[in-house]
């Protein structure tokens, strides 16, 4: 791809590229995430990568691919696992209105940022719960509430050792990574239902995303 000339140019393009397309309006809400992420990683230091090319491709466009990486149904229920300043949540929602999300984030200054931006973005069906995973278990009391299970940031191990009990039936964990998961690492509980391996755009690295089941 060629150096695109603004960041919003380079969003639209990366995202068709990779099969998952955004209207101008869609877009320009992005515009605004980047923006006001850019402003609150001065004071709050809420993710590593601060060029505007590289949140929009290994932060955006990443979290984008699962809707190539999955045929997520419609009013599907998400739950993002350490979503940190928001993925793959929020680009999720932004690109599918129609899900139901709920952001799991321990970190107070993230969480923060998450209220603000969804509150910014007037993105309804959002849920944030500002604790651990193990506490959102505790507190909330999910069990077979979710369509779907996704996390970038945590281990994978930890998702799939509570993963069965948040689940509805038939309903599927969403696993980041950048190598395939060895079959070896997933218990008799799990079974891989599908494996997506793109390329991020820029050179910015192979990635991929692996579906899981419970086994029947």
């Given at each position: 791809?060629?150096q695109?000339?603004?960041?919003s140019?380079?969003?639209?393009?990366s995202?068709?590229?990779?099969g998952?397309?955004?209207?101008t309006?869609q877009?320009?809400?992005?515009?605004?995430?980047?923006?006001?992420?850019?402003?609150w990683n001065?004071?709050?230091?809420l993710?590593?990568?601060?060029?505007n090319d590289?949140?929009i491709?290994?932060?955006?466009?990443?979290?984008?691919?699962?809707?190539?990486?999955?045929?997520?149904k419609?009013g599907?229920r998400l739950?993002?696992?350490?979503?940190?300043a928001?993925?793959?949540?929020?680009p999720?929602?932004l690109?599918?209105?129609?899900i139901?999300?709920?952001?799991?984030?321990?970190?107070?200054?993230k969480?923060s940022?998450?209220?603000f931006i969804?509150?910014?973005l007037?993105?309804?069906?959002?849920?944030?719960?500002?604790?651990?995973?193990e506490?959102?278990?505790?507190?909330?009391?999910?069990?077979?509430s979710?369509?779907?299970l996704?996390?970038?940031?945590?281990?994978?191990?930890l998702?799939?050792?509570?993963?069965?009990?948040?689940?509805?039936?038939?309903?599927?964990a969403?696993?980041?990574?950048?190598?395939?998961?060895?079959?070896s690492?997933?218990?008799?509980n799990?079974?891989?239902?599908r494996?997506h391996?793109?390329q991020?755009?820029?050179?910015y690295?192979?990635?991929v995303?692996?579906i899981?089941?419970?086994?029947?």
């Open positions: 791809m060629e695109s000339s603004s960041p140019i380079l969003l639209q393009e995202s068709a590229e990779i998952v397309p955004l209207s309006e877009v320009q809400q992005f515009m605004v995430y980047l923006e006001q992420l850019q402003i001065q004071s709050f230091n993710t590593s990568i601060t060029l590289e949140i491709i290994k932060h955006f466009v990443d979290s984008l691919a699962t809707l190539r990486a999955e045929e997520v419609v599907a739950l993002d696992v350490g979503t940190g928001g993925f793959p949540g929020i999720l929602k690109a599918r209105l129609d139901h999300m709920t952001l799991v984030e321990p970190v107070a200054k969480v940022f998450l209220r969804i509150g910014l007037r993105l309804e069906n959002v849920d944030i719960f500002d604790g651990t995973l506490r959102f278990l505790n507190e909330r009391m999910p069990c077979g979710f369509d779907y996704a996390t970038r940031a945590l281990k994978h191990d998702i799939l050792e509570n993963g069965q009990k948040l689940l509805r039936q038939g309903g599927k969403i696993l980041f990574s950048s190598q395939p998961i060895p079959l690492d997933l218990s008799s799990w079974s891989l239902s494996e391996r793109f991020l755009q820029k050179g690295g192979k990635r995303i692996s899981v089941m419970p086994s029947v």
